[in-house]
């Protein structure tokens, strides 16, 4: 039976089938190339093959046929894809430029057993034939996955990140022509190093001002996913650096360790578009918008899983050192129809409904004070559930609250709490605001110009598309509260 109570309309979802992480994220000629994980037999995870989408504004996405299929030998796991336009690698031929895909092939049988492997399209992704002599990288290992290749302009070479997850090291790897690879180092064991390590990615990102302008430094970001560890089950912890095409090395400036990249449970495997257009003076990435606690119990069908918005990325000096900023790619705004604003107002240990209803909402709203206990706005309301989101006094951080937010998947104890991220307190002449995201079976909420990222999955009753404004235990004063319905990308 399909139930398509949870199908969003702005972020993407296959037709039908298990999807996880994002892979090969790249543009070329025109189109921005969303390949992914995935199950083309069924609704669980297995029978790893690339499925693929094209998209020419990163939101409106157009499903094509899986273009790497697992076979006999292999399942296709994840990994990156380059643009190869001076024919390095000589897979096209001369004159050609090809897309080259590297990603771990995980051997069948014996079951296990992992190296880096390449394959090639010369139709623009359709279509890819695997390199003749793989697997590239190979150790011998039963876990070793998830090769990032990307050029590095000043040694003009490629460049590998690529993860031992047990050992909770990056290994860094460079190469001229993309089928022969040399060590150059390892970063880690770092920062929080309790669940498995996956799914590196290593790229430069410029840092802004207060204002938001950049400034024209630039900083290196290393990001890598933990199994466990982080506050909400699986997630992602970044490094912030300087990497010469050697050697990563953390900064002093930055943050103290573990700087999560999103407090919520569900965005994981991140990673940023290769070879963007000069267009975008930020790097761009998405994640699979779920947590392998509880993938494989959400109740959607007939797909299961999803990405995130895609996010733009630049760092900020802060008094607590340099952080990541993540903020909503600006283009959403092209999907707002006439917004509802409500005008600013006090509120004291009270709720009120909201004239907005919608399953598909941009909401911008900010908090000037706040005397103690928590205000905010409830969204996806209906009879007894409601996701509370907004801010905790006591905590000084933002949150998304899910333990009313309606069904749980079977099983999961944790899934009906609360997520925290950290916040500098709201003061009147400094209020705090929050951009917040609801489509169908997701909230996400960025805070202070997208110094704190809270991303979670819901699963409220069909129909429940209420929004209402509270602040419980003490005094709020809301700023102007805006809401925009947004429109459908998603077929
Ligand atoms: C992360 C991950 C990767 C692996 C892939 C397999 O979610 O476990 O490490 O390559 O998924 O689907």
Known sequence: MRNEAWRPSVHFTPDRNWINDPNGLVWFDGEYHLFYQHNPFGNDWGHMSWGHAVSNDLLHWHELPVAIAE????????????????????????????????YTG???????????????????????????HNPVVDLGLRDFRDPKVFWHAPTARWVMAVVLPHEHQILFFASTDLKAWRELGRFGPAGEA??????????EVPIEGEDGRLTGERRWLLKVDSFSGHPGGTGAQVFIGHF????????????PAPRWVDHGSDFYAALSWNHLPPSHDRPVWLGWMSNHRYAGKLPTTPWRGAMSLPRELSLRHTSG?????????????????????????????????LPVRGRALELQFSIASLSAGEAGLEVLCGEGQ?????????????????????????????????????????SPDRPLDLQLFVDAGSVELFADKGLAVITELVLPAAGHDGVAAFASGGRAAFGTTTAWPLARCMP
């Not at 894809?81 to 031929?93: C, M, P």
């Not at 992992?114 to 695997?130: K, L, M, N």
């Not at 409500?342 to 009120?352: Q, V």
Request: net charge negative; aromatic share 6%.
């Open 321 to 353: 050192g340099l952080r990541l900023v993540q903020r909503p790619l600006a283009a959403l705004a092209g999907l707002r129809a006439e917004p509802i604003d409500r005008a600013p107002s006090s509120l004291h240990d009270e709720r009120i409904e």
């Open 71 to 102: 076979d006999e030998r292999v399942s296709i796991f994840s990994g990156s894809v380059v643009v190869d336009e001076h024919d390095t690698s000589g897979l096209a031929g001369p004159g050609q430029t090809a897309l080259v895909a590297a």
């Open 244 to 255: 010469d095409g050697m050697r990563f090395v953390e900064d002093r400036d930055a943050a």
């Open 106 to 132: 995980c051997l069948r049988q014996p079951t296990g057993g992992q190296a880096q492997e390449i394959a090639y399209s010369t139709d623009r992704g359709r279509t890819f034939t695997p390199y003749a």
């Open 386 to 426: 409601a996701t509370r989101v907004g801010y905790d006094a006591e905590a000084q951080a933002v949150f998304i609250d899910r333990s009313r937010s309606g069904t749980v998947p079977e099983g999961d104890a944790h899934f009906a709490g609360r997520r925290l991220a950290p916040v500098r307190p709201p």
């Open 194 to 203: 309790v669940g498995i390590w996956e799914c590196p990615d290593l790229f």
